[in-house]
């Protein structure tokens, strides 16, 4: 089967660029009000933003009611006014997850990526270790530990939680020190339809339909005018809504696609030690 357009995460966008499989991205079939519109991120020589998802911080409000619940991630590492089962990402697919530690350590989000020192981040890891009763790997974990009350609080896809909080679970999240990523649209290379493909990938990102995509699910617009045609309710819970988006840090690709192959090591190396 041949592909013209595929949709792909931010740490699978890079290895595909560097192996040559991409075509360019010709935004000369974007108008300009739409290309104005687009956040800057978004905007990438190979591939174009769809929409934003975060790793938030998830609580049980049974656990933690009212404004009772941690609300950074030094909060979540103390265990002692904040006490309960844990859960955190398992960090052997891409190396991520490693960020909530530095976090919890002291490191501002607009420095994590500045040279950061891993070995301080499994530092911090170990002291929350004991606490964490299952490091997550599929997106579907966190929300169902939450409500098998497995866990009082852990980080998880904020669609998840948000599904669960409709549903009227008790459970709720934040974006404060959210890791927020975008997904890609991007074309094959040697793509036989790239004219359609990307016809579609400049309408696709119009403020109209980047909003009627936020209302089918819990993601965030890649066009910055979306928002004018969305309720508040649903505003609210988008990732790059601006007021939730600066609360996060957007997860650097580049120094993934560099680094992850040695965090996993570490990581792997980790998860035996006592």
């Known amino acids: 089967m041949e592909w013209d357009i595929v949709y ?28 104005d519109e687009l956040y800057p991120e978004a905007k990438r020589t190979y ?10 911080m998830a609580y049980s409000t049974e656990a933690f009611p009212g404004d009772s619940y941690p609300k950074t991630w030094a909060e979540f590492w103390d265990v002692k006014r904040f006490p309960g089962p844990r859960t955190l990402q398992d960090m052997s697919s891409d190396g991520g997850g490693w960020e909530f530690a530095l976090l919890a350590d002291g490191v501002p989000k ?22 964490v009763v299952k490091w997550w790997r599929q997106g579907q974990q966190p929300p169902q530990m939450l409500v098998d009350k497995e866990i009082v609080a852990g980080s998880a896809y904020n669609g998840r939680i948000e599904r669960l909080k409709e549903q009227g679970a008790p459970v709720d999240y934040h974006w ?5 990523y975008l997904e ?3 074309i094959p290379k040697g793509a036989k339809h790239y004219e359609n493909a990307m016809k579609f990938i400049a309408w696709h990102t119009r403020a109209d339909k980047q909003a009627a995509f936020a209302r089918a699910y819990t993601n965030g617009p890649v066009n910055s005018k979306a928002f004018e045609e969305l309720p508040e309710s649903i505003v609210r819970r988008a990732p790059s809504y601006p007021p939730n988006k600066e609360k996060q840090f957007f997860i650097n ?3 993934y696609a560099d680094n992850a192959a040695r965090v996993i ?10």
Request: charged share 30%; hydrophobic share 35%; net charge positive.
């Open 47 to 56: 591939a174009v933003g769809s929409f934003y998802f975060s790793v938030v």
């Open 253 to 255: 690709q580049d120094w």
């Open 8 to 35: 792909i995460a931010g740490g699978i966008f890079m290895p595909l660029l560097k192996q040559g499989l991409l075509e360019k991205i010709d935004y000369s079939y974007f108008d300009k009000k739409t290309l």
């Open 184 to 186: 890609y649209v991007c």
């Open 110 to 131: 607009d420095k994590l990526y500045d040279n950061p020192d891993i070995g301080r981040a499994f530092r911090k890891l170990t002291e929350i270790k004991p606490h």
């Open 265 to 274: 090591e570490r990581w792997n190396k980790w998860t035996l030690e006592k």
């Open 176 to 180: 404060n020190g959210g890791k927020l």
